[in-house]
Every structure is written in structure tokens, then in C-alpha cells.
């Protein structure tokens, strides 16, 4: 009795989520390092989506532009561009010592009875681009994750945490204030940090760059990030581990060797420990399509 009672719980729960679904998350994808040619050659052409479908671009990495059939935008580390439904656009890097990294987010607004399409166009459209720093990269990453995780409900906590950005977005745009000597030292660190991805830089030589207590840093990163500076430079490592896996046929060893861990051993202990996918399984599973056949 109660099994079945679970199962009819379970049904109508399902069910409700259908309901409510006033947007969903088509696609999320993440580009590493914007500077091969077929990549500047696919990403730089004017493209456009569907009736009903926004993207938004959240650039976490480099210098480039976002072109509109009216407008050109320079764009760089913190900006957030948001395409309309069938608006041509076209994205270049223009340092190729600093190539554009960038997440967009694909969106379907069928649906939508008219509250979320509001916050699309009258949020991210303002001041474009929107300069909302870095913090968020890793919020794009666990979006990612769990919109491919294959799992009902953690791809819809996935749209409710998109929603509760934009909402974020609306209402406290006041909150950014980079202006904030706190806020200076997190966003040079995280700079830094992203600078230094391939390199072994440590906890206690970065405080130092920033003329801060290796104690007082790592508080105040803490407070911030809500996680370690240690465990946010892992993050980052993955991250650049998990586009090499997928964009290149480089062997193991000689990811683990660029990105400075140990071994591939502790290479693929960690990245498991980031992902829950050993780096080949991640390979296998999420081996990107090269331009030439998309």
C-alpha cells in the first residue's frame, strides 16, 4: 500500500513539474579558448535560433566582440549578452593570446506566459553587455551538468536556479559593487587564477601578488566564492582538463603533465572527484562535434 502510494506521489510529482515548466534549458554549452581556426570560423559566422528562443552568453575568459547585424559589442571576463529569437549575431576573439571562453545557454520560452520573457528582455538587454564579474562561472557549470545529466528533476532545479539569476538580474543589479576594496581583491585573484590555469601557482604566492595575509585571503575568498581558493584553482583545472578531453586527442599523461598535477593518476582521481566521470569515460561521453559536422 504504501509502495503504491510512493509511486502515485511520484507520478503526480512529475506531473506538476510539467506544469509549471514555463522554460526550459535546450542546449548548454561550453567554448574553451575561442582561437582554433574551424572553431573562429564557426562561432564568427552571423547565425540566429528559433521563434521563442533567447541565449545568453556568459564570457568567463579573454577579449573579444559580439556582433549584431546593428551593433558591434566588446566584450571580455564578467559580460553577459543576451541574443532575441532570430536576432543574427556572430562572436570573435580578438586577442589570440587571450582568446575568448565563453558558456551560452540556450532557451525555449514556448510556454512562457509572459513574466520570464519580460525578465529576458528588459534585464539582460539594458546596458549591454551586462558586467556582472566572474563569480558565476561555476553556476553555469553545475547548469551544464545537470541540464545533460539525464535526470528529470535535477534538469529542472537546473531552470529554477536560471530563473532565480534572472530574477537576481531585475531586482539587484545594485549588488555588483565592484567598486568595494573586498570585491577588487576577488575578482584580481580570480583573474589571476584564470591566467594561470596551465601554470603551478600556490595558494601562498597569490596572496602575496595581492598584498594580502595568506590567512585574510583565503577568508575572505572563502566568504565570497563559498569555497576554497585551493579547491576553486582545481575547478578551473578540470575545467580546462574536461575541454582538452573533448577537443583533442591528447593522451592523459600530458593533460595531467600541462595542468600540473602529479601524475595522471592524481589527474584522473581528481577530475572523477569533479565530475563523477573518469577522463575517459568523460571523453567517450561528451566528445564534441567539430564544426565540419554540426
Known sequence: MMEQLGEEINR???ENIYKIDHMTVKEIIF????????????????????????????????????????AIL?????????????????????DPDDPLSY??????????EGELVHLLEHTLTVHPPLR???????FFEELKEKTESGNLFLAKSAVYQLMSFLYVMVGSLDRFH?????????????RIM????FADLNIKDLAKRLELSQSYFIRLFTRKMRTSPKQYMLKLK????AAMLISTSRPLYEIADILHFSSEFHFSKAFKGGTGLSPRDYRRQYMQLTPDTM
Not at 194 to 197: D, E, K, L, P
Not at 238 to 241: R, V
Request: include cysteine; charge should be neutral; charged fraction near 20%.
Open 178 to 190: 565592484y567598486g568595494k576594496s573586498t570585491n577588487i581583491h576577488i575578482e584580481k585573484a580570480l
Open 238 to 241: 578540470i575545467e580546462a582538463g
Open 31 to 70: 567554448v574553451y579558448e575561442l582561437s582554433q581556426p574551424k572553431a573562429l570560423e564557426w562561432h564568427g559566422r552571423y547565425h540566429s535560433h528559433g521563434m521563442n528562443e533567447y541565449e545568453i552568453h556568459y564570457f568567463v575568459q579573454g577579449k573579444g566582440s559580439f556582433r549584431f547585424k546593428n
Open 12 to 14: 503526480q510529482t512529475i
Open 103 to 112: 558558456y551560452a545557454v540556450l532557451l525555449d520560452t514556448t510556454n512562457d
Open 194 to 197: 584564470q591566467n594561470n590555469v
Open 74 to 94: 566588446t566584450v571580455g571576463a564578467g559580460s553577459v549578452v543576451l541574443c532575441k529569437p532570430q536576432e543574427e549575431h556572430a562572436i570573435h576573439s580578438s
Open 132 to 138: 556582472i564579474g566572474t563569480n558565476y562561472r561555476f
